[in-house]
């Protein structure tokens, strides 16, 4: 039913009795007035009914208010015989402003960060100060600061995993198979990387033996890929760090991957306009990642000019690309995995950051990539 009929005439005219027109004699009762006559007929004669668009304006396609007549014998808006205005039905009481009528402005709406930027500042100063030294003090105690990262990052991995996937990957094996490859990449170099993965690996399928087999195979596969995704790749940080210069090329590692996740976060915030890749990362765009491209490249030169041993200002150039391109694909890496679970960030233990593995996200994948091209660049050390 359409409701621009709601309140409208039944007929085509206004109904007789609104004109003093009286209905003839009914059989067996006294004439109540004059007769009929043909000449008040054509004095009386119905007026079409024409409409005028909405109570809202001449928008046709609005079906809000009923039909208005229009015509030289008729007001914009009909009227009592007493000329108290008839109300539309249908109409608000308190009708819209005219077009033409001033408007306020509405009010500047500022750009958030979308972040409480004051907590993300604070825990990343603190987090700075005692991974810069642990690094510098004793080399011992900053693998164990990447053996506590590393299982941290499991568990809120394995607890994501199990509570929106119900997968449940075992966490004992991972986090102490997790912890002895960090020590054996820093000990033995990659070959005891590869040995503590597969050793780990193995555990992995093991543990899970003593649960019901519904779902083992889901569950070891996830336990894999965490043990390779975590620990693996944290590795090659303890493998950076073995090097004779080896607390600076961690720095360096750390310099330019924070710098480029900080230039692509400055720029895409102030210009960013269009989106990188919108199915995955919403916020992330094309201009962001031109500013992490720039901003890790000098400080890529700086870095490898004068922190590390035999380093020259076009090995930080291609470093820096590299690191750009590292950290951000590995960025929307973890947002392909948090998409898949439905969830906004893996944990809640940094304010302003979210969870260990949310700052891990950038690093873990850079961390090979720049072992490599260190190493192809000025050597092993």
């Known amino acids: 039913m359409n409701d621009s009929s709601w309140g409208a005439p039944q007929a085509g005219y206004w109904g007789p009795s609104d004109q003093g027109h009286v209905p003839g004699p009914v059989q067996g009762a006294a004439p109540a007035g004059p007769a009929y006559d043909a000449r008040d007929a054509q004095q009386t004669r119905p007026m079409p009914i024409v409409s005028d668009g909405s109570a809202y304006g001449g928008n046709q396609d ?23 205005p008839v109300p539309s039905y ?7 402003p ?31 100060a005692v991974i810069v030294a642990s690094l510098f003090v004793v080399k011992a105690v900053f693998v164990g600061v990447i053996a506590v990262a590393v299982v941290v990052g499991l568990w809120e991995l394995t607890k994501r995993l199990e509570e929106r996937k119900g997968i449940r990957a075992p966490l004992v094996p991972l986090a102490v ?4 490859m960090v020590v054996a990449g820093y000990a033995r170099g990659a070959e005891g990387a590869w040995v503590a993965m597969a050793l780990t690996a193995l555990a992995v ?8 087999p519904e779902g083992y195979l889901k569950d ?4 894999v890929f965490a043990a390779f995704y975590v620990p693996f790749l944290a590795t090659f940080v303890a493998m950076m760090l073995k090097a004779g210069d080896g607390p600076w090329r961690v720095l360096t590692f750390l310099l330019l991957t924070v710098v480029s996740d900080t230039g692509a976060y400055a720029v895409g915030w102030r210009f960013g306009k269009h989106k990188l890749a919108p199915r995955i990362s919403p916020g992330k765009t094309r201009e962001g990642l031109a500013g992490a491209v720039a901003f890790a490249m000098a400080v890529g030169a700086l870095c490898m000019q004068f922190l590390v041993d035999g380093g020259a200002w076009w090995h930080g150039l291609l470093l820096g690309l590299a690191v750009a391109a590292s950290a951000t694909l590995g ?13 906004k960030d893996m944990g809640t233990l940094l304010p302003g950051h979210g969870g260990i593995m949310d700052r891990l996200d950038s690093l873990l994948p850079t961390a090979p990539v720049v072992w490599l091209l260190l190493v192809v660049f000025v050597g092993s050390g």
Do not use: Y
């Open 205 to 212: 399928l093991v543990w899970r033996m003593t649960e019901p």
């Open 98 to 128: 005219m077009p033409d009528s001033p408007q306020p402005a509405p009010a500047p709406q500022k750009k958030s960060a979308g972040r409480d930027l004051g907590a993300a500042i604070g825990v990343g100063v603190g987090l700075g």
């Open 220 to 223: 070891v596969t996830a336990g």
């Open 90 to 96: 249908g109409a608000p009481q308190n009708p819209d």
């Open 177 to 180: 198979g997790g912890a002895a």
């Open 62 to 84: 609005d079906d809000r208010g009923a039909a208005r007549l229009s015509g030289p014998l008729f007001r914009a808006e009909p009227f009592h015989h007493d000329n108290t």
């Open 331 to 343: 960025d929307l890496g973890e947002s392909m995995i948090k998409r898949d679970l439905g969830i």
